[in-house]
């Protein structure tokens, strides 16, 4: 009996071994195959969605715009009552929004529709792995963007991100870049009667605040801000093209001149610019501070303005300018920015043709006047953008800045290159380390994700 | 073969299959929770392992076998070990600190004092919260016109206001607080059950025999909490090692590498590296570590015993 019981045991302690086993090896295939061709169920579902009535749909859309949320609900609300089609306006705010799309991906998880939060490589991958729509047959309405901006999210041939599947996957809802905020009733407190041009002045600027006891400049380098704040100064050093090359390691990064753009951060440290607690300040603190008047400066985006608004709308002193170029700088100084908030629509979702026209009805001219007036935000359709009136001077200069972008600022082969120069602007601002010290490690982190590559 | 016996052996065997019968349906009665913990334990453990051999991005499905590149790699990162090194000053600080705090007000609240029921449902607030909430809450307290400075400048000592998170010098243990402050009431509460059960004839007679307050703190309570101490130590060594929470809310890592800690660095490399092989050979690595802690502490104890 004992015997009996013992090769009962083993049977049923192989048995769940073998059950784990085969569950485990035959996940990678199983996942191949969900993501790169669409599921029998899923293929019946996208031919019974397109022929069934549109008023049954209900389509779901992630988003991650805290100040919009209410705008994006009111829009939808109008297309319901213009099509039929219910739309669920979902918000996830705050930095984790790109990761949750990441995560979705991984389970085939994602809404019919969402904003894309992360760069064109990061879309990349989601691209590679077949869970977002290829666009073209949206190729009517393309004209109505700027082209520089379409192309954030549009894989050609020989794309520096290695994707294979070309066309475009992303739709501009608007456009921003990242330019200075400053507040004009501060400066003239401080004696200072406009913007500043060059770095230097921005430096006696920086002094002038500080002897009238005013707090000059906060930003959320604690985040991302910090690498896209080095951004202009990377142009203005080394030029677009050798800024390309370096990032691609064809050119050595420590000769590149990119030392000058990590001493302009000293600079900042050793006027004392920045506001206290700034090593690990994120931009919705720096943004409270800015509209509390607690600060002179903010580096901030063009959504910055609906920020403000939302937090005080009656707090309007204050105008924008684009980052002062240095006097040793070869080069135009050039300002992060293109698409603002990307619509992006699941490979998967039985409702291709709903979410289209949803996106279609976000990026058409009315629609578009819309969320600018009320979001003041910068509309991505050029004919709302032309037509637009009344605008307020820092919206206006933020308009003006879209000639400024920066349309290849490269990609480093890793990310990781990033998070050492965040880390390194965020010790340089509290005098904890040195340009020197950090273009160092950032040199030995691309030498090893180069390696990596490789 | 005796004849009369022929009916028992049939009964006999009619007995045995009906045992075995017995036994697979009893299988059946633990089928679902085994079934779950294949699903959402065992199973991740395994694609963990299997990831880690591989340069898996997260996404895409064509990832490549690397074998123990991830693992060297993890292992020659300095930046790792520095912050499995700010995760073992959490542990530390938390077993000295939390827990004795825990152990002194577990104390109090067990003896005879008014509103003692109050103290310990208020004790036991804290880590019913989210530790994201939590951690902005403190990230409020610590601003350089937060709560503290503010109390600091009300009571005349301006000169110890600092920029608790934003300075290096002080950023891990600003942190640390805030995790502590929300972790004293998980110890408490396990401590006090703990004192519940010493028999209360050992302090009577302790009492009879002359020893103090303190005397029986040290010859009864804390002997008694043996167990208890092992389980609480072994609980805060895991949740401090582990912290991510706290961490992400205040300091996101910064300045700098101040408070880099194994599961921000973790999900830095999966989600913001994208490096879904490597995070995975980091948590591995990291889970191994927590178990042989673990194992040390539980057989440490036990030789105690």
């Known amino acids: 009996m004992k015997q009996h019981n013992r090769v009962t045991w083993r049977v049923f302690i192989i048995s769940i071994i073998l059950l784990i086993g085969l569950t485990g090896c035959g996940g990678n295939s199983k996942d191949m195959t969900s993501n790169e061709k669409p599921t029998k169920e899923n293929t019946s579902q996208e031919n019974a969605s397109t022929t069934n009535d549109t008023k049954d749909v209900k389509l779901v859309f992630w988003h991650y715009l805290n100040d919009r949320h209410d705008l994006l609900k009111e829009m939808a609300a109008d297309f319901e009552q213009k099509t039929g089609i219910q739309v669920d306006i979902q918000l996830f705010g705050g930095d984790g929004f790109k990761q949750k799309i990441m995560a979705s991906a991984q389970n085939n998880a994602l809404p019919d529709v969402m904003t894309f939060a992360g760069g064109a490589g990061d879309l990349g991958q989601l691209v590679e792995s077949g869970n977002v729509m290829e666009l073209s047959d949206m190729k009517d309405i393309f004209g109505k963007f700027p082209s520089t901006i379409l192309k954030t999210f549009t894989y050609d041939e020989g794309n520096i991100f290695g994707v294979k599947k070309l066309g475009t996957y992303a739709l501009p809802m608007d456009t921003n870049n990242i330019q200075f905020v400053y507040n004009t009733k501060l400066f003239e407190k401080a004696g200072i009667t406009s913007a500043p041009t060059t770095w230097e002045e921005l430096l006696a600027d920086v002094d002038k605040l500080k002897a009238a006891g005013i707090v000059p400049f906060a ?12 951004a202009p100064y990377e142009i203005a050093y080394l030029g677009e093209e050798k800024l390309v090359n370096v990032k691609k390691g064809q050119e050595p990064l420590m000769d590149s001149g990119y030392l000058n753009v990590l001493k302009r951060f000293e600079d900042l440290y050793k006027h004392g610019a920045f506001a206290e607690g700034i090593a690990t300040m994120d931009l919705p603190t720096a943004e409270q501070m800015f509209v509390n008047e607690e600060v002179a400066m903010i580096y901030d985006g063009s959504w910055a303005i609906g920020v403000f608004n939302q937090m005080n709308p009656n707090f309007t002193q204050y105008d924008v300018f684009s980052p002062p170029k240095p006097a040793d700088a070869t080069h ?14 699941n490979q998967h979702t039985p409702n291709k043709e709903a979410a289209m026209q949803f996106v279609r009805f976000l990026v058409e001219k009315e629609q578009q006047q819309k969320y600018a007036s009320k979001s003041f935000n910068l509309p991505a359709n050029m004919e709302a953008a032309t037509s637009e009136g009344g605008m307020t001077p820092a919206l206006r200069n933020f308009s003006l800045g879209m000639n400024h972008i920066i349309e290849n600022g490269g990609t480093y082969p890793a990310p990781s290159v990033e998070t050492v120069l965040q880390k390194g602007i965020q010790l340089i601002a509290i005098g904890q380390s040195t340009p020197d010290q950090v273009l160092k490690e950032m040199d030995t982190e691309l030498q090893k994700a180069l390696k990596e590559k490789k | 073969m005796d004849a009369s016996s022929l009916p028992s052996t049939k009964g006999k065997s009619y007995g045995n299959r009906k045992k075995i019968i017995m036994r697979y349906f009893n299988l059946a009665y633990v089928l679902p929770a085994l079934l779950l913990f294949i699903l959402f334990s065992l199973l991740p453990i395994i694609r963990t392992v299997q ?7 997260g996404v895409n499905s064509n990832y490549q076998f690397v074998g123990f590149k991830n693992y060297a790699a993890a292992i020659t990162d300095t930046r790792w070990w520095e912050a499995v090194g700010n995760g073992v000053i959490f542990a530390l600080l ?17 003896s005879n004092i008014r509103g003692g029921k109050f103290y310990r449902v208020v004790f036991y607030i804290p880590p019913i919260l989210s530790g994201i909430v939590v951690g902005y809450i403190w990230k409020w307290i610590y601003e350089p016109k937060g709560l503290l400075n503010g109390v600091l400048r009300d009571i005349g000592l301006d000169q110890f206001t600092h920029v608790w998170l934003g300075s290096i010098d002080t950023a891990l243990y600003a942190v640390a607080v805030s995790s502590m402050w929300q972790g004293v009431g998980g110890s408490f509460i396990l401590f006090l059950a703990g004192l519940q059960g010493i028999p209360k004839d050992l302090y009577e007679a302790a009492s009879i025999d002359g020893a103090s307050r303190s005397q029986q703190l040290r010859y009864i309570t804390i002997p008694s909490l043996r167990k208890v101490y092992t389980l609480v130590n072994i609980l805060t060594i895991l949740g401090a090692l582990g912290i991510f929470n706290h961490v992400y809310a205040m300091t996101m890592g910064g300045p700098g590498y ?3 800690v194994p599961a921000l660095r973790i999900y830095r490399e999966a989600f913001t590296n994208s490096n879904f092989g490597m995070a995975n050979a980091f948590s591995l690595i990291f889970g191994i570590m927590l178990f042989i802690l673990s194992l040390i502490q539980l057989k440490l104890s036990q030789k105690k015993d």
Request: hydrophobic content about 55%; glycine content about 12%.
């Open chain 1, 332 to 345: 135009d100084v050039k300002i992060p920015g293109g698409i603002g908030v990307p619509l992006v629509i």
């Open chain 2, 94 to 110: 938390s077993l000295v600190f939390m827990n004795t705090i825990a152990l002194l007000l577990s104390v109090a609240a067990n």
């Open chain 2, 258 to 260: 101040a408070t880099e």
């Open chain 2, 51 to 57: 990831y880690s051999f591989t340069n898996f991005n």
């Open chain 1, 219 to 230: 930003t959320g380098i604690g985040s991302w801000v910090a690498g896209s704040l080095a």
